[in-house]
T-cell receptor, first 117, second 112 residues
Framework: NAGVTQTPKFQVLKTGQSMTLQCAQD?????MYWYRQDPGMGLRLIYY???????DKGEVPNGYNVSRLNKREFSLRLESAAPSQTSVYFC????????????????FGAGSRLTVL | QKEVEQNSGPLSVPEGAIASLNCTYS??????FFWYRQYSGKSPELIMS????GDKEDGRFTAQLNKASQYVSLLIRDSQPSDSATYLC????????????FGKGTMLLVSP
């Protein structure tokens, strides 16, 4: 029962390099999310995908792109990394409980720690 | 702008005491609230959710919601050192599709 799997767990980049963070979930969830977490800033939503084939910007999308490859996989790409993108990145997914219940429980991956020099 | 506010702490309590964690929110459209626990270096995990005014109890944890005051709290009874973590409050609307808005978290330290 893997849940949400993120790779890589750690990555060091130089300014201007590109990389893709991979995320996969095996819970048959429709919705997937990418967050970043910085000290004192809490969790901030970068992009999300409410269903396969759709993506939307969150609170801090600049400098990132995403791809919802299929229902299981949602990747986050940094085209030209900047030191300001040094952070811990979390992928999450959620199921489609009835809206009336208000349930939208997020299950998080283990996180990817990215350092941009 | 939807905001969820939490005191960053740290909140220090002795073992066996009641820890009280508080959260306020600005968006009256927010109807569902969640408490996540995050140990240092780990990912957040859901510990409580609450949708209706009043109290909801689960073991040593009690979540309280007051929509009129836009206030959510989490009480941890008989606090244990293993409860030492950062607690994240999050809220969302019930209508349509909406995403969670997280607070910045409160660090709780339980001393033996």
């Amino acid at each position: 029962n893997a849940g949400v799997t993120q790779t890589p767990k750690f990555q060091v980049l130089k300014t201007g390099q590109s990389m893709t963070l991979q995320c996969a979930q095996d819970m048959n969830h429709n919705s997937m999310y990418w967050y970043r977490q910085d000290p004192g800033m809490g969790l901030r939503l970068i992009y999300y995908s409410a269903s396969e084939g759709t993506t939307d910007k969150g609170e801090v999308p600049n400098g990132y792109n995403v791809s919802r490859l299929n229902k299981r996989e949602f990747s986050l790409r940094l085209e030209s990394a900047a030191p300001s993108q040094t952070s811990v990145y979390f992928c999450a997914s959620s199921g489609d409980r009835p809206i009336v219940s208000g349930a939208n429980v997020l299950t998080f991956g283990a996180g990817s720690r990215l350092t941009v020099l | 702008q939807k905001e969820v506010e939490q005191n960053s702490g740290p909140l220090s309590v002795p073992e066996g005491a009641i820890a009280s964690l508080n959260c306020t929110y600005s968006d009256r459209g927010s109807q569902s609230f969640f408490w996540y626990r995050q140990y240092s270096g780990k990912s957040p995990e859901l510990i409580m959710s609450i949708y209706s005014n009043g109290d909801k109890e689960d073991g040593r944890f009690t979540a309280q919601l007051n929509k009129a005051s836009q206030y959510v709290s989490l009480l941890i009874r008989d606090s244990q050192p293993s409860d030492s973590a950062t607690y994240l409050c999050a809220g969302k609307e019930n209508s349509g599709y909406s995403t969670l808005t997280f607070g910045k978290g409160t660090m709780l330290l339980v001393s033996p």
